[in-house]
């Protein structure tokens, strides 16, 4: 079975500024994807970045990037030029390759606040 | 692509009754998945289809819940009967394929409230 863990339920940050998301996962697989979704008030769930597990180099998309760190099983979200839009829980996921576990994992979700 | 579509936004129902929730796949997309979110437990796979066949249901709660995948295009999750503890928003997600990177795509849910 893989978990995924989300340590901080709230996160706050000031407009402009950058905010780091943690993110712990343990899965016995060599071969997995991670990903960031955000959920806004309006309750889609959109996709911010994914990860490979066998890359090295940490996923980027615009102001979103991760810090991959793989022996630690670690996978936050740093996003740089804070925007109120940015505003939204923020649900880190995992996802192995072999057929019968092609499941998304979710962790618990981290609630980020804006402040102008 | 109009991305996954979920139907109804909103469902209140009395306890007891029958709900059926509705879902339309991105097209050509092989995986479909029933998630169900609440704040005490999150987000939970309920079920998933590959090709139309079911291929984990672990998740369902219990009998009286059901899902059924006619063909390529279209997915239900029934309750019958519902209970209150039934209430949380149900999403539905597709994937392209089930291979890891592979990303789930998900409608806006339905939010079920039991009474």
């Known amino acids: 079975a893989q978990t995924v863990t989300q340590s901080q339920p709230e996160m706050s940050v000031q407009e402009a500024e950058t905010v780091t998301l943690s993110c712990t996962y343990d899965?016995?697989?060599?071969?997995?994807?991670l990903f960031w979704y955000k959920q806004p008030p309006s309750r889609q769930m959109i996709l911010v970045i994914r990860q490979e597990a066998y890359k090295q180099q940490n996923a980027t998309e615009n102001r979103f990037s991760v810090n991959f760190q793989k022996a630690a099983k670690s996978f936050s979200l740093k996003i740089s030029d804070s925007q109120l839009g940015d505003a939204a829980m923020y649900f880190c996921?995992?996802?192995?390759?072999?057929?019968?576990?092609?499941?998304?994992?979710f962790g618990t979700g981290t609630r980020l606040t804006i402040i102008p | 692509d109009a991305g996954v579509i979920q139907s109804p936004r909103h469902e209140v129902t009395e306890m007891g009754q029958e709900v059926t929730l509705r879902c339309k796949p991105i097209?050509?997309?092989?995986?479909l998945f029933w998630y169900r979110q609440t704040m005490m437990r999150g987000l939970e796979l309920l079920i998933y289809?590959?090709?139309?066949?079911?291929?984990?249901d672990s998740g369902m709660p219990e009998d009286r819940f059901s899902a059924k995948m006619p063909n390529a295009s279209f997915s239900t999750l029934k309750i019958q009967p519902s209970e209150p503890r039934d209430s949380a928003v149900y999403f539905c997600a597709s994937s392209l394929t089930g291979f890891g990177n592979s990303p789930l795509h998900f409608g806006n849910g339905t939010r079920l409230t039991v009474t």
């Open positions: 899965t016995s697989e060599s071969d997995y994807y």
């Open positions: 097209s050509g997309h092989d995986y």
């Open positions: 996921a995992c996802r192995r390759t072999n057929f019968g576990n092609e499941k998304l994992t």
């Open positions: 289809f590959n090709n139309n066949v079911p291929i984990d």
